[in-house]
């Protein structure tokens, strides 16, 4: 019986593979070849993502919107968020870099949310004035700094497939702060590098590395010349490693590195670094992937988070811009994407991603640093209608 029933069943189901998709309003066939077997049923939806109870629950982040750009560009933020009906509310706090430290309200804030999203803050250059944004770090022990650097369709750059994860100890280095004058003329400056951060912020780098799906990662000093410093995160990282063995390593010195980056920064998967390093290689990887403006990143530790642009390189104090109001929102926009999934809401995160895309894409509305002419307004806007 069943042997009979067996080429009616096969009659049955090519007839339904010919017929118009239109009469099925839950399957989407994708025919790759005739017969029983060469039917394939694809739903038009897929789960991407399962909340816990309470996942929905609005939260509240603490805005830091900065000096220079930082208001342009934080307010775009905050536009979109309210288009999008984003879950998350915003606790905003005035802070600049010329104050003598972080408001203890703006700490207590961003210790009860647990994240932070901040404009650029100015640091004078010289004097006695210490950074706010270094303070942020240490007090708050972010200890990894991440800057996602890579091609954007339809943003044209000299160089390819650029797709580099910098991620940068940011607790200790040259950034230390312990300086001092020995005698008049002749200042000593500390460079700290202890195991326990270079162990931490090589685990980062490999677990970033193994939960995204990336396939080297590249450790960048300068042991050549500082070789108890930079020996002992070389160590670490290879230490590291050892426990990570589907993923290749290698290391390279950071002099080299910058040569490497500017004339083939496609061969760069992830890469970790002490301080000082990271900051350079970022910078210059920002560069040359399509520039300052466009590029995402964030610092965080074991409790809390800051995301802001990835790599500033002095934009936050081109007065130009905030006068004319054309400073590019693309990287603080894809920054907040980073904090939606890092919020755990990764739905939202991926329609601004799109949508920021897209506007990049399409190239209408581009700010001056992209090669176009728009205001920060205008590419707000045009972000909104596409998330419409």
Excluded: W
Aim: aromatic share 6%.
């Amino acid at each position: 019986m069943a042997r009979r029933s067996l080429p009616i069943l096969k009659q049955l189901l090519q007839r339904s593979s010919s017929e118009s998709s239109s009469s099925s309003s839950l399957l989407n066939p994708s025919i790759v070849g005739g017969g029983l077997l060469g039917t394939r049923y694809e739903p038009k939806r897929s789960v991407t993502y399962m909340p816990r109870p309470g996942d929905g629950t609005p939260r509240a982040v603490t805005l830091i919107p900065g000096d220079g750009i930082g208001p342009l560009v934080t307010g775009a933020v905050e536009q979109v968020m309210e288009a999008m009906h984003a879950p998350i509310y915003f606790e905003k706090f005035e802070v600049h870099g010329d104050m003598p430290k972080v408001p203890d309200e703006v700490m207590e804030s961003i210790k009860k949310n647990k994240v932070c999203l901040k404009g650029g803050l100015a640091t004078p250059v010289g004097g006695g004035v210490s950074s706010l944004n270094v303070e942020l770090r240490k007090e708050l022990d972010l200890f990894a700094s991440l800057v996602n650097c890579f091609n954007l369709t339809g943003l044209a750059t000299r160089h390819e497939n650029v797709d580099i994860v910098v991620i940068r100890e940011n607790t200790e280095g040259e950034y230390a702060g312990l300086e001092h004058e020995v005698v008049d003329g002749v200042v000593e400056s500390l460079k700290v590098i202890t195991k326990f951060c270079s162990e931490r912020i090589a685990k980062y780098a490999f677990e970033y590395a193994y939960l995204n799906n990336r396939k080297k990662v590249t450790a960048v000093h300068k042991a050549n010349i500082m070789k108890l410093a930079d020996g002992l995160f070389l160590e670490s990282c290879r230490e590291v490693a050892k426990k990570y063995p589907g993923i290749q390593y290698n290391e390279i010195i950071v002099d080299n590195c910058c040569m490497q980056l500017v004339s083939k920064p496609e061969q760069f998967d992830v890469m970790v670094t002490p301080n000082l390093y990271g900051n350079l290689v970022a910078n210059t990887a920002a560069g040359i992937a399509g520039g300052t403006g466009v590029m995402p990143g964030g610092n965080v530790g074991a409790d809390h988070a800051i995301f802001e642009q990835g790599a500033s390189a002095g934009n936050v104090g081109k007065i130009e811009l905030v006068e004319q109001k054309k400073a590019n929102p693309t990287a603080l926009l894809l920054s907040s994407a980073m904090m939606l999934r890092h919020l755990q809401f990764p739905s939202f995160a991926d329609r601004l991603e799109c949508a920021v895309m897209r506007v990049v894409s399409e190239g209408k509305y581009r700010t001056k640093d992209l090669g176009g002419t728009s205001t920060t307004q205008e590419v707000v806007d045009a972000v909104i209608d596409v998330l419409a």
